[in-house]
């Protein structure tokens, strides 16, 4: 295969007078112009280079964030104010971006302290928090890291906090009130991290969410007997309900009986009144109607003449009809 050759046509020596001219202007000494090929690959070459370098800028140009994170930028080590969000942002493209978690993180922690009546506790918390997405750049200006601030901020805070809220309470307390002495710890901590955070001038940079009482260990002989008192607690406790329900039982049934027996005398007093209303009806109408107490008599009399020791009274009417007379014979 035979490649195409090019020229070159910058130096051109004379060969007539053998001295070199310097021919800057792409033709040759007889003026012809150059090559296409020799100035096509030329063209080609540059326009590449604008190409490269404008693809180079465009993509350093903007930076995508993510769901659940902030970004950071630096230009030359010189941090700026301005944080990148999630989602699409323009960047300068010498701009250096670093990428920070601001998703709710949990961070458990061990102290030993004591209770109120000098019983030796372990207490177990685990201190949910979160980097506020806008306070970002002044928080890794004053720390640097995460793990700076939980060494120096969140460790000491938790510890303080534990103690002091532990020491408020007596051991059984510390047992029976888990949620009381919880949120005590939650308020302390959140306190003593705002605190710590505004002498380094930057408060409002994390969030405390919540604190989680995970455990509460003492010593075996007084774990062992704090059981059993706590035990004991709970059977008095459940006895006192069962009472109250037999209570509640017994005042329920008395109750049905006394509404049976208030709905069985309220029955009767109708019934009576009732009664008595109808003969006192009765008792007007007869009074104003003479004639009706005869109709009345009439009505009950079931036909029937009184006697008295076998015989009837004179001015009385038989009670059974006359046997009928004979009939009389035919005449002869």
Avoid at 271 to 290: N, V
Wanted: proline share 6%; no cysteine; hydrophobic share 45%.
């Amino acid at each position: 295969m035979k490649f195409p050759s090019f020229k070159f046509p910058f130096f051109k020596r004379n060969n007539d007078s053998g001295q070199s001219s310097d021919n800057r202007s792409g033709f040759s000494s007889e003026g012809t112009p150059p090559s296409p090929s020799s100035f096509n690959i030329f063209g080609w070459l540059k326009l590449a280079a604008v190409v490269v370098v404008l693809a180079i800028v465009a993509v350093n140009s903007f930076k995508v964030v993510p769901r659940g994170y902030v970004a950071t930028k630096s230009v030359f080590g010189v941090l700026d104010p301005q944080p990148l969000l999630a989602g699409f942002n323009f960047i300068n493209p010498l701009s250096s971006i670093t990428l920070h978690n601001v998703l709710v993180t949990p961070k458990q922690a061990v102290a030993k302290s004591g209770s109120h009546d000098l019983q030796k506790v372990t207490t177990k918390v685990t201190v949910s928090y979160n980097l506020v997405d806008s306070q970002a750049p002044v928080f890794f200006k004053e720390y640097g890291s995460i793990e700076n601030f939980i060494e120096a901020i969140l460790d000491p805070a938790i510890q303080e906090s534990v103690k002091a809220a532990t020491a408020h309470f007596t051991a059984t307390d510390l047992w029976t009130k888990r949620e009381t002495v919880r949120d005590e710890i939650e308020q302390l901590v959140r306190t003593n991290v705002a605190n710590a955070m505004a002498s380094k001038k930057a408060p409002g940079t994390v969030a405390i969410n919540r604190v989680t009482l995970d455990n509460l260990d003492f010593t075996p002989m007084f774990a062992d007997a704090l059981e059993a008192n706590v035990k004991a607690i709970n059977d008095a406790g459940r006895a006192v309900n069962e009472g109250k329900k037999l209570i509640a039982d017994a005042e329920g049934d008395a109750q049905s009986i006394k509404a049976k027996a208030d709905a069985e005398a309220y029955a009767t007093l109708q019934i009576a009144t009732k009664e008595a209303e109808a003969i006192r009806r009765e008792s007007a109408a007869l009074r104003d109607s003479p004639d009706l107490v005869e109709l009345t008599a009439i009505n009950r009399w079931k036909g029937k003449v009184p006697r008295y020791n076998g015989t009837m009274p004179m001015n009385a009417a038989p009670d059974v009809a006359p046997a009928a007379a004979p009939a009389a014979s035919p005449a002869k």
